[in-house]
């Protein structure tokens, strides 16, 4: 290396330095925060599997009330992203089908709900613009319903602590409460819990009280009541829900405590493996982008920024060798040196 190239190649790194803490920065301040949105292109199915307890409504229709106990089920959910969505909100619709597997087609059909809400991408929280709406029947209009707590995801960076979470049969929020951490596949989660005591739904049907096998002939109109039980797990850095089960019980009852209750369903689905292994996939996926983008990218950047940076001010201020002009300009050279001695002692001679 010349002396000449010194200064260029330290500016040049100097150069180099200021641009990776540059781009230390930027990702930090521009990239971390458009990861740290629910996607646009969300578009999953999960399914759940159990047994369940369920009211014949083919036998009831028939004059006959029977509940069929061990019933095989599945839980299928299909979640998309529909209009209006944009850089700060997101609308997600999920829809839901429970069907029981020893029934061919529409006879295995138990229920089906649609639920459509509007959330800020960042937080998970419902908008109230556009008000969020919940279909059960294809030939009826969905119904226009108000959502105030979480859905389908939590917040990024979730706390130790309880959050609302919006029921669909309640139509209401009421607090999931944090209860522990622990661990799924290899993945580090928080766990939450939510229980709902006995709620009326605000469903009726009145028949002979031998449909409900009680005595006597007079008609009984009965409440509909519903109550249940939801485990979550939840990878903090994405707010992602990895596995969920939930116990739930929904009855006719004179009260919410009838003895004489006639069950219409009762069930404890949990996901599948094959959905649990996927969603914790795609939760270690995205956390990784989100460390990255937080942590790991800029910290590295910056090092690497600064140790360039560092570099090229030594090269810079490192004090230049004497070239070969300044060595002539000190005093004559070894040769010349010679002849002016030579000369002075042919000089002495003469004289």
Request: glycine letters at 8%; aromatic letters at 6%; charged letters at 25%.
């Amino acid at each position: 290396m010349t002396t000449a190239t010194l200064p260029i190649k330290g500016l040049a790194l100097v150069g180099v330095g200021a641009f990776l803490a540059a781009s230390s920065a930027t990702m930090s301040l521009y990239m971390a925060p458009q990861l740290v949105k629910t996607p646009l292109d969300v578009d999953s199915a999960t399914v759940a599997t159990g047994t369940a307890t369920l009211l014949d409504t083919e036998a009831l229709v028939q004059g006959v009330s029977k509940v069929d106990r061990d019933v095989p089920i599945r839980v299928l959910q299909q979640v998309t992203v529909e209009e209006p969505s944009d850089s700060n909100k997101i609308t997600m619709q999920s829809a839901v089908l429970l069907q029981r597997d020893d029934r061919p087609g529409e006879r295995g059909t138990v229920n089906a709900t649609v639920d459509r809400f509007t959330a800020d991408r960042r937080t998970a929280m419902p908008m109230d613009d556009p008000i969020g709406s919940i279909q059960k029947y294809d030939d009826q209009p969905a119904d226009e319903v108000t959502h105030d707590g979480l859905s389908l995801k939590f917040p990024f960076d979730v706390e130790k602590r309880s959050y609302p979470y919006f029921d669909t049969t309640t139509r209401r929020s009421q607090d999931v409460q944090f209860d522990g951490e622990t661990n799924i596949n290899g993945l580090d989660v928080y766990r939450f819990v939510q229980d709902i005591a006995p709620f009326d739904t605000g469903g009726k049907l009145s028949l002979p009280a031998s449909y409900w096998g009680i005595d006597g002939d007079e008609e009984i109109l009965m409440h509909r009541f519903y109550k249940a039980r939801r485990e979550l797990l939840v990878e903090p850095t994405t707010g992602a829900i990895v596995f969920g089960k939930q116990a739930v019980h929904q009855y006719y009852g004179r009260t919410a405590n009838d003895p004489s209750a006639v069950t219409i369903v009762e069930m404890s689905p949990e996901l599948d493996a094959a959905t649990v292994d996927e969603q914790v996939q795609r939760a270690v996926e995205s956390k990784r982008l989100i460390d990255w983008a937080e942590t790991y990218g800029p910290v590295l950047l910056g090092l690497a920024g600064l140790s360039a940076f560092a570099l090229g001010v030594g090269v810079c201020c490192r004090p230049r060798p004497p070239g070969p002009s300044s060595l002539n300009s000190d005093g004559p050279a070894p040769g010349d040196r010679g002849d002016d001695m030579q000369q002075q002692a042919t000089e002495r001679t003469l004289s």
